[in-house]
């Protein structure tokens, strides 16, 4: 669209003696605004994916952790149950002793 406003603009330019250097200013500094714009776009998208990137690898991290403490959590209890085993067995049931 702009080569389409550059070549109307040297049209009516040759066809009549205009002055088209404050035209042209204007385009070249929105130019440069459009092109400010897009770069800051670019670094923001660029920021963004490394903030996925580290949110994604500390989710794998607490994911990997969260398995870890469930699988310790599993094996302290049979332990502590075996303890329990050991440590207080079942009273067998004994007969009543009659009185001596």
């Given at each position: 669209m702009s080569k389409y406003r550059k070549q109307m603009l040297r049209l009516i330019a040759s066809k009549k003696k205009v002055d088209c250097a404050p035209i042209n200013t204007l385009h070249q500094e929105h130019s440069q605004e459009l092109q400010t714009q897009v770069e800051q776009i670019c670094d923001m998208a660029t920021l963004m994916r490394?903030?996925?990137?580290?949110?994604?690898?500390?989710?794998?991290?607490?994911?990997?952790?969260?398995?870890?403490?469930?699988?310790?959590?599993?094996?302290?209890?049979?332990?502590?149950?075996?303890?329990?085993?050991?440590?207080?067995?079942?009273?067998?049931?004994?007969?009543?002793?009659?009185?001596?």
């Open positions: 490394k903030a996925v990137q580290v949110d994604d690898e500390e989710y794998c991290q607490v994911q990997e952790k969260i398995a870890q403490l469930e699988l310790e959590n599993k094996e302290l209890r049979e332990l502590m149950s075996f303890s329990k085993e050991i440590l207080l067995p079942e009273k067998p049931h004994q007969p009543p002793q009659c009185g001596k």
